[in-house]
């Protein structure tokens, strides 16, 4: 492949065949990255908590917050990472739908970001730009995969510490 003349690439290419097999493969990495933080968090919050409940120091507790709030970034971390790489895959499909993918797209793997531009007339539109990990961990924070799950443990900690310890 010459890059300095890139060649328009089609559905049937093989090479883009493997580009997206890449692809897939990285996003379903992040995923299961995700979820293993997960469980790894529940994991190592009981162990805490059953530790600290045998030693009868009930204050102890909020020691558990520590690996829950880590969890949780690392787990948001995660998730925008899969994010960025599902525009990253979403992008290069429309390319080729629209016979705009050329060489030149191909095993560029990097994660993007979507940014809507609203125009004059009210309509929206999707423009690609570069991933900023900053920006997709705090939008992955509030996503449905994260909050409700940590917020949840917390809540569950926190009602232990106060009822049960």
Sequence with gaps: ???SNPQPVTAESSAAHKYLDILQGVISRMASNSANCKSLCITL????????????????VLITLIPVLLFCF???????????????????????QNSAATTKDLFVIIPRGITKKHQADGSTTLEIKSF????????????FAVYPFYLTLLGLLLLGRFLVF
């Design 132 to 143: 900023d990990p900053v920006e997709g961990t705090l939008k992955a924070l509030v996503s």
């Design 74 to 96: 690392l787990d948001a971390y995660y998730l925008g990472l899969e994010q960025g790489f599902r525009v990253t895959y979403n992008d290069f499909v429309k390319k080729m």
């Design 1 to 3: 492949m010459n890059v």
């Design 45 to 60: 919050v009981s162990a805490i908590a059953v530790v600290i409940t045998n030693k009868e120091r009930s204050s102890y």
